[in-house]
């Protein structure tokens, strides 16, 4: 089955830099590569989605890339924020979506003031 | 356009009992996924329920099954509790695609 691996597990940014956590997969097949941000206490919300067939998506001060040759994706936060702080899963599957998804263990990150 | 509900919100259970969580999805999604989320872990996938049927599964053991009601809402009951069964259970409605997640269940088994 699918397995995803998340780096790194803690990250502390000062406000106004920017952010970077990286993401690899092992199943060729996955094709659909969904961003969580998990707030204590509450659900994931989902923040942004990549599918296989681009290579780069940005929404606002968000965006995530991807490298299907390398099964790598990342997600980059500009001008982070002290909102921002919360834990960031990245998720892979197969069918568009369709399937069930495939977590990494999680990134805290942390917004210094 | 109400979001993806679950209930209850918390639940505490002895080890051999049974549980049932339910699940209603966001208007108009047809597919519901459960997870299991550990404390400090990511959430892992259970199974999937579209049309009615379990579509697909992940590796969890038969203690765990599903249902899924003809108005798409769906249930997750778990048999035999384990402490280690101790987790937030998470539900997530789709189209089929975008995942999105309800406030999840936490259940404590003792």
């Known amino acids: 089955g699918e397995n995803v691996e998340q780096h790194p597990s803690t990250l502390s940014v000062q406000e106004g830099d920017s952010a970077v956590i990286k993401c690899t997969y092992s199943?060729?097949?996955?094709?659909?590569f969904p961003w969580y941000k998990q707030e204590l206490g509450k659900r994931p919300q989902l923040i942004i989605d990549?599918?296989?067939?681009?290579g780069e998506k940005k929404d606002q001060r968000i965006a995530v890339t991807l490298n299907k040759t390398a099964k790598h994706f990342s997600l980059h936060i500009t001008e982070t924020q002290p909102e921002d702080s919360a834990v960031y899963f990245c998720a892979a599957s197969s069918g568009g979506g369709a399937d069930g998804l495939t977590f990494g263990k999680g990134t805290h990150l942390i917004i210094q003031p | 356009d109400a979001g993806v509900t679950q209930s209850p919100t918390h639940l505490i259970k002895t080890r051999g009992q049974q549980v049932t969580l339910r699940c209603s999805p966001k208007?108009?999604?047809?597919?519901v996924s459960w997870y299991q989320q550990a404390l400090g872990q990511g959430p892992q996938f259970i199974f999937q329920?579209?049309?009615?049927?379990?579509?697909q599964r992940g590796n969890f053991p038969d203690r765990f099954s599903g249902h899924q009601f003809p108005n798409y809402s769906s249930e997750l009951n778990v048999n035999a509790l384990l402490l280690g069964d101790s987790a937030l259970y998470l539900c997530?409605?789709?189209?089929?695609?975008?995942?999105?997640f309800g406030p999840g269940t936490r259940l404590t088994v003792l």
């Open positions: 329920y579209y049309e009615e049927e379990e579509r």
């Open positions: 199943d060729s097949a996955s094709n659909y």
């Open positions: 990549i599918r296989s067939n681009v």
């Open positions: 997530a409605s789709s189209l089929p695609g975008t995942q999105y």
């Open positions: 208007s108009g999604h047809d597919t």
